[in-house]
């Protein structure tokens, strides 16, 4: 099988990289610290210096990184993977940025003989460690037929969906998080009422689940906030990086944002906190706060 490049081993990308090596790519790594690396090379991975090392060693290069900056580093700093690119190189960047950085990257890498795919994923640090991830993808068709191997190795492969051209995976995935965070301060608010009105928030959830207004967020996060479990799965401060991608696009387009507004707020307000590197769906706190007590009061 091919050899598969992989770049940045954090919470999210060192289990996808496991996930490739578990289907049977020779898989080289690279990130910034060493002991993730060496994890990985450990379940049979091989290690590169430098991001162009990647480039010289795999045709087909999947990055997982924070934020916009770190990809454009990556890609074109010094000994970047752009300084070292051979003919026909796929790069598969899962990392979430702004849709407009993605499609300036998309066209340097055709520049030079290459393709990009912006494939932001949803799912958390358990759809990474279980392969079950959501990818929303951007790309020219063909190159993300052939490269959708690769892609179903790390998440699950009915949800793996090319949304458009360069750029349209990124957009999609600001939906994605305009759409959560709604949902979530929305729980955390009824969570709020049922503890003031002296009704059993679980047992509120409960029947919510079994009706219309059930959703995954109310599924998942909800336990967790009943639980006051906000072990981080997705850090709250890369939540506001993807909140500010959102108000960029947003503004980019002049679409309509009332309800995302002021959910950007309350996110902004969560890391501003000092819960920066507690779980996104530490969000409730902040209303919590608000309603005047915290997560304990909702336990029996």
Do not use: W
Request: glycine share 12%; with cysteine; net charge negative.
């Amino acid at each position: 099988m091919e050899t598969i490049g992989f770049i940045g081993l954090g919470l999210m990308g060192k289990p996808m990289a496991r996930n490739l090596l578990k289907r049977g790519y020779a898989v080289v790594v690279h990130s910034r610290s060493r002991p993730p690396v060496d994890d990985v090379v450990a379940l049979g991975a091989i290690a590169a210096k430098s991001p162009a090392d990647i480039a010289r060693r795999a045709k087909t290069i999947v990055t997982m990184l924070p934020d916009g900056p770190d990809v454009e580093q990556v890609l074109e700093g010094t000994d970047g993977v752009f300084s070292a690119i051979q003919p026909e190189t796929v790069i598969i960047d899962t990392s979430t940025i702004s849709p407009a950085t993605a499609q300036r990257l998309a066209a340097r890498a055709s520049e030079l003989g290459g393709a990009m795919l912006d494939a932001p994923v949803s799912g958390g640090e358990i759809g990474a460690i279980n392969a079950t991830l959501s990818i929303m993808v951007g790309g020219d068709a063909d190159v993300f037929a052939a490269a959708k191997p690769v892609l179903d190795a790390m998440g699950n492969p009915e949800r793996v969906v090319r949304i458009g051209g360069s750029g349209a995976g990124q957009v999609c995935k600001v939906c994605n998080q305009m759409v959560i965070g709604g949902t979530l301060s929305v729980v955390a608010e009824a969570f709020a009422l049922a503890r003031k009105a002296g009704v059993a928030p679980g047992l509120v959830r409960d029947a919510l689940l079994g009706g219309f207004a059930s959703s995954r967020v109310l599924e998942v996060h909800g336990e967790r906030i009943l639980k006051g479990n906000y072990v981080p799965g997705f850090r709250s401060k890369l939540y506001a990086k993807d909140y500010r991608i959102a108000a960029e696009t947003l503004r980019a387009h002049d679409a309509p944002s009332p309800v995302t507004s002021v959910v950007h707020a309350l996110v902004d307000r969560l890391v501003e906190s000092g819960r920066g590197e507690e779980d996104y769906s530490a969000l409730a706190k902040v209303i919590f706060d608000l309603a005047g007590f915290d997560e304990a009061a909702l336990q029996p």
